[in-house]
């Protein structure tokens, strides 16, 4: 069983009025959730990562399974398999909100795919902004009836600096409980906690640069370690900065994480997870 998802963003105007389009169904192709989102004046990036950020939020509401995750953004698609940096400091935000749920997804992949791919999320889109409200066409993944969908930041090159990261109300609720009791106090912050990287699949022959250091393991606290090549760690650094980031009640549950080697031919794999005994507490 899996989750297919597809979604789509745009701006008329660019800044202008935006809305995202959702769609996800089951891997027998019958359809679970078809959605519009209205998201008031933002850029077409950022539209683009809000579709993203609500496909997730709903994906949440679903019994835990792979997904695969479709979009005509290009430029998000290799944002997100850290092919590409994040250079707008506007969209850093939104960025960061969907490496944390990606975070709880335990298997996902994500893919470019051609716009006629992609006309039904298109078309919620465009809904969205023709009623400059949210439509819910069809709605199967809700926990139960009344129940209310995280709502994700609308933030982005039109939002500017006091966009705020709209958390889910839960995990609010789970973090003040932790700061309660003195949880917040006792985690370690980011910075100090470790991240393993496990070399999966070897590069192909004459494609690394440096072949013996590729089949390492290396422990990531707060610089990069030696023997580790620009490429691969411009494909990891993400995830570990996502895993890094994860709350303190998170960060132990992280699933393990495979990425990609980003240069091209190399085909090597490292597989990323939280070091246990390095979020305020001792293994033994």
């Known amino acids: 069983m899996s989750l297919i998802v597809h979604f789509d963003g745009g701006a008329r105007g660019n800044p202008g009025p ?6 996800i169904c089951g891997d ?21 990562y809000n579709a993203l950020l609500r496909s ?57 795919v051609r716009r006629d791919a992609n006309k039904r999320a298109d078309q919620l889109a465009n809904l969205a902004m023709d009623e400059r409200r949210d439509v819910i066409v069809l709605d199967r993944l809700s926990a139960a009836p009344g129940s209310d969908a995280p709502e994700p930041a609308r933030g982005g090159e039109a939002a500017g600096k006091g966009a705020r990261d709209a958390a889910p109300r839960a995990r609010r609720k789970r973090q003040d409980a932790s700061d ?45 370690p030696p023997g580790m090549c620009l490429s691969a760690a411009q494909a990891i650094l993400p995830t570990v900065l996502a895993i890094q ?7 132990p549950n992280v699933p393990a994480l495979t990425v990609r080697c980003a240069r091209p031919g190399c085909g090597a794999t490292f597989v990323v997870s939280p070091l246990a005994g390095s979020n305020g507490s001792h293994s033994s």
């Open 18 to 23: 935006a809305g995202a389009g959702v769609v």
């Open 28 to 48: 027998d192709e019958k359809p679970l959730f078809e959605g519009g989102f209205y998201l008031g004046p933002l850029t077409n990036n950022a539209a683009e």
């Open 56 to 112: 997730l939020e709903r994906v949440a509401l679903a019994p835990p399974q792979p997904v695969q995750l479709h979009s005509d953004s290009e430029l998000l698609v290799r944002q997100i398999t850290g092919e590409y940096q994040v250079k707008s400091p506007a969209l850093e935000q939104l960025y960061a909100q969907a490496q944390r749920l990606l975070l709880r997804i335990s298997h996902w992949s994500i893919r470019h």
């Open 180 to 224: 309660s009791h003195g949880g917040a106090a006792n985690a370690a912050s980011p910075a100090e906690r470790r991240v393993r990287v496990v070399c999966g699949r070897a590069p192909a022959e004459d494609a690394c640069p440096d072949p013996p250091a590729a089949h390492g393991t290396w422990d990531i606290a707060s610089t990069v």
């Open 245 to 251: 980031n994860a709350g303190a009640e998170d960060f």
